[in-house]
C-alpha cells in the first residue's frame, strides 16, 4: 500500500504564492508518476499537473501551465506544487495522486490519493 500525506495548503491573497507538498511512504512501486488534482465546490475533480518518475515528462492544466511548477524528489518520494500568481478560481482542494502508468491526466487512471489540502485565494 501507498500513502500520500499533503501539506502546505491555506489561505492566501490574490496574487500570491503557495507551496504544497506530498510525501508518499509504504510500498514506493505504485508512485511511478505522481500527481496534483484539485476540486473546488460543485466542480469534479480536474488534474492541475503530474510528473513522470524520472522528470521527463511533465503534464500542465491549461488553467495553470505558466503560474504553477509541478516538481519531483525520487529519492524522497515527494512531489511539490509551487503555486504562484494565485487567483480566487483556484480555491480548491488539492489532491496528491499516485500510480504505476508513466503518465496519465485523468483520476480514474491513479490508484492511490491522499485526503487533500484546501487552498483558499482571496480577492
Known amino acids: 500500500q501507498v500513502q500520500l500525506v499533503e501539506s502546505g495548503g491555506g489561505l492566501v491573497q490574490s496574487g500570491g504564492s503557495l507551496r504544497l507538498s506530498c510525501a508518499a511512504s509504504g510500498r514506493t512501486v505504485g508512485t511511478e508518476l505522481m500527481g496534483w488534482f484539485r476540486q473546488a465546490p460543485g466542480k469534479e475533480r480536474e488534474i492541475v499537473a503530474a510528473?513522470?518518475?524520472?522528470?521527463?515528462?511533465?503534464f500542465y492544466s491549461r488553467f495553470v501551465k505558466g503560474r504553477f511548477t509541478i516538481s519531483r524528489d525520487s529519492a524522497k518520494n515527494t512531489v511539490s506544487l509551487q503555486m504562484n500568481s494565485l487567483i480566487p478560481e483556484d480555491t480548491a482542494v488539492y489532491y496528491c495522486?499516485?500510480?504505476?502508468?508513466?503518465?496519465?491526466?485523468?483520476?480514474?487512471?491513479?490508484?492511490?490519493w491522499g485526503q487533500g489540502t484546501q487552498v483558499t485565494v482571496s480577492s
Open positions: 495522486a499516485a500510480d504505476r502508468q508513466y503518465m496519465a491526466v485523468k483520476q480514474t487512471d491513479y490508484e492511490y
Open positions: 510528473v513522470s518518475w524520472d522528470g521527463a515528462s511533465l
